[in-house]
């Protein structure tokens, strides 16, 4: 397919972002009272239903991921068993603030404030390419935050955009938690978007030159040599986007436990390491490179607005 030079210039700057915006989804637009699986519940059956996924993966870890594609959307998803007890996780993690913290962690959020208006909390977030750059140079989407359901033993919270870059929309992350035994907790991540021509386009442009040659983390056959073939195209960018953020997770709630004053640089460490666990997939910087673009992010944080 032939590109206008106007639609090359375009959508070249933001072929790098793009491949980390494709934050996917099957009804994106739903509200959590038309979902009839929202519950404590559905979400223990679940973890039931995964129990041998769980516990035999390739993640050297009990979590099971999956993605899917349709015409119009993507679509990538966590279920995941985490050692932190569920009142820990649900004061993390259900509240508007607290998330700036998590996404500032992914190599390509670059600022995330939190705000409020008549319609409840709103966080600005600006995306943008894998080393340090000016605000300015960036591209700027508000999300919705909705903390819509939470009980003794459940809670859901969801970030909402309506529009992003390249025809982007309809936006959508989503967190659900339920207690387990032993002070675990069961997490399911959610992250979707939709498209339309342009960025369809524009995910075409990336795919077929610098993300050629890269991989998700669903296994689809064996090489000669007995090493397993992965995933690749769309569904392999969601997959690994999917995991960035869910290390997001995981980094934040590992560092709950340490004085505040060490929280930041422990949280940066145990996402990098994350990443680097899976290499094949998530490698893009050094990580002095990655330590020290996020120190001073962070600080950016604190005082841009």
């Not at 106007?6 to 972002?17: D, E, G, H, I, Q």
């Not at 099957?26 to 059956?45: C, I, K, M």
């Not at 509240?95 to 319609?119: E, G, T």
């Not at 050629?212 to 073939?229: A, L």
Request: with cysteine; proline share 4%.
């Amino acid at each position: 397919m032939h590109f206008s030079r106007a639609f090359k210039t375009r959508s070249l700057r933001w072929l790098p972002v793009f491949a980390f915006i494709c934050w996917v989804g099957y009804g994106a637009g739903q509200s959590f009272a038309t979902e009839p699986d929202v519950s404590a519940v559905a979400l223990r059956a679940k973890f039931a239903a995964l129990g041998k996924q769980l516990r035999n993966n390739q993640f050297q870890r009990a979590l099971h991921l999956d993605s899917a594609e349709s015409a119009e959307d993507l679509q990538g998803e966590i279920h995941a068993v985490v050692n932190y007890p569920f009142a820990a996780v649900n004061v993390a993690l259900n509240n508007p603030a607290h998330w700036c913290d998590v996404l500032i962690l992914h190599v390509n959020i670059k600022y995330c404030h939190v705000s409020s208006n008549m319609a409840g909390a709103v966080l600005t977030v600006n995306i943008g390419r894998k080393y340090d750059q000016p605000l300015a140079d960036t591209y700027r989407v508000e999300f919705n935050y909705r903390g819509a359901i939470a009980t003794p033993d459940y809670f859901a919270v969801e970030l909402n955009a309506a529009n992003g870059p390249l025809d982007t929309h309809d936006y959508r992350i989503r967190l659900e938690a339920t207690p387990l035994e032993d002070g675990r907790s069961f997490l399911h991540f959610t992250y979707t978007y939709a498209f339309g021509l342009t960025g369809r386009l524009a995910m075409q442009g990336y795919l077929a030159t610098i993300g050629r040659d890269k991989v998700g983390f669903t296994i689809t056959g064996k090489q000669p040599n007995g090493q397993p073939t992965y995933i690749q195209g769309v569904r392999g960018v969601v997959e690994r986007n999917t995991m960035r953020y869910y290390l997001a997770i995981d980094a934040y709630l590992a560092a709950l436990a340490t004085p505040p004053r060490d929280q930041l640089e422990i949280r940066l460490q145990h996402w990098y390491n994350g990443t680097e666990q899976y290499a094949r997939q998530l490698h893009e910087v050094e990580r002095d490179d990655y330590l020290a673009m996020k120190r001073k992010e962070y600080q950016r944080q604190q005082v841009a607005r």
